[in-house]
């Protein structure tokens, strides 16, 4: 487990973009607070979990009503911010990896996980922080449009995909409404913080789907994330936002 005092600067992962590390771990005190800076993701956060959880029960064809659907099973969440989705993993029973480029984020995430008696092996870095490791289920959701190199990122979270496990992933999609909404919208409006996203960094579900593909990898669920006026919803259009379900091709 990498020690909390270390700083995003010093973490000699290549997929780390210096400069998105130290935008997020400014917001890492706020994380938890869902009034503060990451209000958005504590509403999107129901939603994330419920495409997970239909993923989680379909692929293993579990008991939707149980409460520990992970037990007995690994996971990671890469790009796991101060652990917003790692908690909810954790208390469905897994046993969970959480991965952050910001350093902050991950101190802040392993005093909120101690203060609930959940034990997270929290860790600063990269997809590099797991090289040579594996895990029944591999999440990353918002993060690919923030990694140095795509593809590359893509691809060292397919080699942490254990045989006969799961690969989830969410992302905005790069669309007018995207940039409308998300860009010239969410940030102007102080809904997001200001520099938050890059446009251009944003995958179609096609690029997306290509990358898994290079990485041995086949989807086998795309689905859109809308916004609407009670919140945000699962299906529909992938105009502003989309979740990817992949395994192992062949």
């Not at 994330?225 to 989309?242: E, K, M, N, P, R």
């Amino acid at each position: 487990m990498t020690d909390a005092s270390v700083t995003t600067a010093t973490i000699p992962h290549a997929s780390v973009v210096a400069g998105e590390a130290a935008h997020f771990g400014k917001l890492a005190a706020e994380w938890w607070d869902p009034t503060g800076t990451s209000a958005m993701l504590h509403r999107l956060n129901p939603v994330r979990l419920r495409y997970l959880r239909a993923a989680i029960d379909r692929h293993w064809d579990l008991d939707d009503r149980s409460f520990t659907p992970l037990a007995g099973r690994s996971a990671l969440d890469m790009g796991c911010g101060a652990g917003l989705l790692a908690e909810p993993l954790a208390r469905m029973g897994a046993r969970i990896t959480a991965v952050d480029a910001a350093a902050e984020s991950i101190a802040v995430a392993r005093v909120h996980a101690e203060g609930r008696g959940l034990s997270i092996d929290y860790r600063a870095g990269g997809v590099e922080a797991v090289a040579g490791e594996t895990f029944d289920l591999v999440c990353s959701l918002e993060v690919v449009e923030h990694v140095s190199d795509p593809h590359a990122f893509v691809a060292g979270l397919a080699a942490a995909v254990a045989p006969g496990g799961l690969l989830v992933m969410s992302t905005p999609n790069r669309t007018w409404w995207s940039r409308l909404a998300l860009v010239e919208g969410a940030e102007r409006l102080g809904q997001i913080p200001r520099g938050t996203h890059d446009w251009d960094k944003f995958l179609t579900p096609e690029e997306l789907g290509a990358m898994i593909a290079d990485a041995g990898f086949a989807v086998i669920d795309t689905t859109g994330l809308s916004v609407g006026a009670t919140g945000f919803t699962l299906g529909g259009s992938t105009a502003l936002d989309y979740f990817v379900t992949a395994v192992r091709a062949g």
